[in-house]
Nanobody, 123 residues
Framework: QVQLVESGGGLVQAGGSLRLSCAAS????????MGWFRQAPGKEREFVAT????????SYGDSVKGRFTIARDNAKNTMYLQMNSLKAEDTATYYC????????????????WGQGTQVTVSS
């Protein structure tokens, strides 16, 4: 099992920045990739970004490309999401996820999920 705990959410003005963290524990050696997803009220869960756990690969959803950056620190078993130029439409609960076998943007392929952290962007 892998446990994931997000942190770093909050309230920020449009144009501002936030950095989310996701700390992994448990069988972290089994992680193949991790990702960030978000869900706003009344909307489906949306892919934000993903990163391979042992290589350089990253991928982003179209709505965040050029504004968000995903990164990891293997020594700390932690993944980050640097969010810049935030917009009101970025308001959502952000979830981190981990997969033992999959790298990509399909939420159904991730086995482990955190509890979520709220990001609110005021316009």
């Amino acid at each position: 099992q892998v446990q994931l705990v997000e942190s770093g959410g909050g309230l920020v003005q449009a144009g501002g920045s936030l950095r989310l963290s996701c700390a992994a524990s448990g069988r972290t050696f089994s992680i193949y990739a991790m990702g960030w997803f978000r869900q706003a009220p009344g909307k489906e869960r949306e892919f934000v970004a993903t990163i391979s756990w042992s290589g350089p690969s990253t991928s982003y959803g179209d709505s965040v490309k050029g504004r968000f950056t995903i990164a990891r620190d293997n020594a700390k078993n932690t993944m980050y999401l640097q969010m810049n130029s935030l917009k009101a439409e970025d308001t959502a609960t952000y979830y981190c996820a981990a997969s033992r076998t999959y790298y990509g943007g399909s939420s159904g392929a991730y086995e482990y999920w955190g509890q979520g952290t709220q990001v609110t962007v005021s316009s």
